[in-house]
């Protein structure tokens, strides 16, 4: 209860939020009228499963289904005359942020549609969303949603962005509603097997159904929630494996010895690094999904390419909130002046005898039954090795600079 009086929003907030919004629809109602569209409130403000100090909120605006689901490409183009001093937000279907009074305002244009089946965009069906929560989620169990995400924007495994690869809020509602509070899920959660199935709506009668209606690529994530809304969707398929069983970890670790720093945010602090190597990174502009995904891949490209160079390390991670950076801590800061490298086994005549002729300035020594070389090292030091990779064409295409600090 102690942490929930410090994210549960304040009734001030509310009141002020709500008055600002109802302003802001009111507004834009009139306008709409005139192409038979009409706005309404969205997200995790309508589900008041929203943090406090979250000034976001959703705004869907709805098209007629019948006039103009032939028309579903242009309906931001449409809606982009009565918002012109909007920032465009490219997408599936590109909507608009508009801020006012320190809100900001995310209106996304959708067709009014009445069930899943007659989307034409995936984001049609979003107030489905919306409304299913509300219509399910009893008052204190909005409040063990807003537990269950601040413990997990709090562990780094919130948001189902490409680059975070976590639970999408409205995941852990679905969480909430099938578990019934925040203990109970992470009880349940440091128990789940790989391939979990989580099917609040009871829509299928066994696994052997629930899986020949899925296709492959929604049962890859290691964890299988259906969409009550949509029983033939996962909506979590952006879960890595990496998240999947760091949320476990975490879980159990919180369950056996529970305390309210499971619920802070750790910020990164570069000047506390003593060990190891930071690099001061500074991202190409564009979308955040975009430019956090090509900072991921820029990792993953240094972390692997040092791996293949011969060093392993003891801690990696990398920090994007203002300021982006990339840290590496090598288990060794030197490796030997040659590396072996493993040739074909004793017995393989055919690519024994290709070896030693491909090798052949070289000694060929045996361990085992197996034949390899000592060869000398292309990188002998770590800094070496990374200054050489951050020389790399492929970083240039996902980050504007990079640095060692």
């Given at each position: 209860?102690?942490?929930?009086?410090?994210?549960?929003?304040?009734?001030?907030?509310?009141?002020?939020?709500?008055?600002?919004?109802?302003?802001?629809?009111?507004?834009?109602?009139?306008?709409?009228?005139?192409?038979?569209?009409?706005?309404?409130?969205?997200?995790?403000?309508?589900?008041?499963?929203?943090?406090?100090?979250?000034?976001?909120?959703?705004?869907?605006?709805?098209?007629?289904?019948?006039?103009?689901?032939?028309?579903?490409?242009?309906?931001?183009?449409?809606?982009?005359?009565?918002?012109?001093?909007?920032?465009?937000?490219?997408?599936?279907?590109?909507?608009?942020?508009?801020k006012k009074k320190d809100i900001l305002f995310e209106v996304v244009p959708v067709l009014a549609i009445k069930n899943a089946k007659q989307a034409i965009n995936v984001t049609d069906i979003s107030p489905l969303?919306?409304?299913?929560?509300?219509?399910?989620?009893?008052?204190?169990?909005?409040?063990?949603?807003?537990?269950?995400?601040?413990?997990?924007?709090?562990?780094?495994?919130?948001?189902?962005?490409?680059?975070?690869?976590?639970?999408?809020?409205?995941?852990?509602?679905?969480?909430?509603?099938?578990?019934?509070?925040?203990?109970?899920?992470?009880?349940?959660?440091?128990?789940?097997?790989?391939?979990?199935?989580?099917?609040?709506?009871?829509?299928?009668?066994?696994?052997?159904?629930?899986?020949?209606?899925?296709?492959?690529?929604?049962?890859?994530?290691?964890?299988?929630?259906?969409?009550?809304?949509?029983?033939?969707?996962?909506?979590?398929?952006?879960?890595?494996?990496?998240?999947?069983?760091?949320?476990?970890?975490?879980?159990?670790?919180?369950?056996?010895?529970?305390?309210?720093?499971?619920?802070?945010?750790?910020?990164?602090?570069?000047?506390?690094?003593?060990?190891?190597?930071?690099?001061?990174?500074?991202?190409?502009?564009?979308?955040?999904?975009?430019?956090?995904?090509?900072?991921?891949?820029?990792?993953?490209?240094?972390?692997?390419?040092?791996?293949?160079?011969?060093?392993?390390?003891?801690?990696?991670?990398?920090?994007?909130?203002?300021?982006?950076?990339?840290?590496?801590?090598?288990?060794?800061?030197?490796?030997?002046?040659?590396?072996?490298?493993?040739?074909?086994?004793?017995?393989?005549?055919?690519?024994?005898?290709?070896?030693?002729?491909?090798?052949?300035?070289?000694?060929?020594?045996?361990?085992?039954?197996?034949?390899?070389?000592?060869?000398?090292?292309?990188?002998?030091?770590?800094?070496?090795?990374?200054?050489?990779?951050?020389?790399?064409?492929?970083?240039?295409?996902?980050?504007?600079?990079?640095?060692?600090?």
């Amino acid at each position: 209860m102690d942490i929930l009086s410090q994210i549960k929003p304040t009734k001030e907030e509310i009141i002020f939020l709500k008055k600002e919004a109802n302003l802001f629809l009111k507004e834009l109602n009139h306008k709409l009228k005139k192409i038979r569209a009409r706005a309404i409130i969205g997200g995790s403000f309508k589900k008041n499963t929203f943090l406090r100090g979250a000034k976001e909120i959703d705004i869907f605006v709805q098209f007629n289904y019948f006039i103009y689901k032939n028309q579903s490409q242009k309906l931001s183009s449409y809606l982009l005359k009565y918002l012109p001093k909007s920032s465009v937000i490219h997408g599936s279907r590109d909507y608009f942020q508009i801020k006012k009074k320190d809100i900001l305002f995310e209106v996304v244009p959708v067709l009014a549609i009445k069930n899943a089946k007659q989307a034409i965009n995936v984001t049609d069906i979003s107030p489905l969303h919306s409304s299913y929560i509300s219509k399910h989620l009893t008052e204190k169990q909005s409040d063990e949603v807003r537990l269950l995400k601040q413990f997990c924007r709090s562990n780094q495994i919130y948001g189902a962005e490409s680059y975070i690869q976590g639970f999408s809020g409205y995941a852990l509602e679905i969480l909430i509603l099938h578990y019934k509070s925040f203990h109970i899920t992470l009880k349940k959660a440091s128990q789940w097997k790989d391939k979990t199935i989580i099917d609040t709506a009871r829509a299928f009668k066994n696994t052997k159904e629930l899986l020949s209606s899925l296709n492959a690529a929604k049962t890859r994530s290691p964890l299988i929630i259906l969409d009550p809304v949509q029983p033939e969707r996962n909506i979590a398929t952006a879960l890595s494996k990496e998240k999947f069983e760091k949320f476990k970890k975490v879980a159990r670790a919180y369950l056996k010895k529970p305390s309210k720093a499971f619920f802070k945010e750790k910020t990164f602090d570069p000047n506390s690094i003593k060990d190891g190597f930071l690099l001061k990174v500074v991202p190409k502009e564009g979308k955040i999904d975009v430019i956090g995904s090509k900072l991921m891949k820029a990792f993953a490209f240094l972390k692997e390419s040092l791996a293949r160079g011969g060093f392993s390390l003891k801690e990696s991670s990398w920090h994007w909130k203002k300021e982006c950076y990339f840290y590496f801590r090598p288990k060794e800061k030197k490796l030997s002046k040659y590396e072996k490298h493993y040739g074909p086994f004793l017995d393989d005549i055919i690519n024994l005898e290709k070896f030693r002729r491909k090798w052949k300035k070289y000694k060929i020594q045996k361990e085992k039954n197996r034949v390899f070389v000592n060869i000398p090292r292309k990188h002998q030091t770590f800094k070496e090795c990374l200054a050489f990779l951050l020389k790399d064409s492929y970083l240039k295409t996902k980050i504007k600079t990079i640095k060692i600090v």
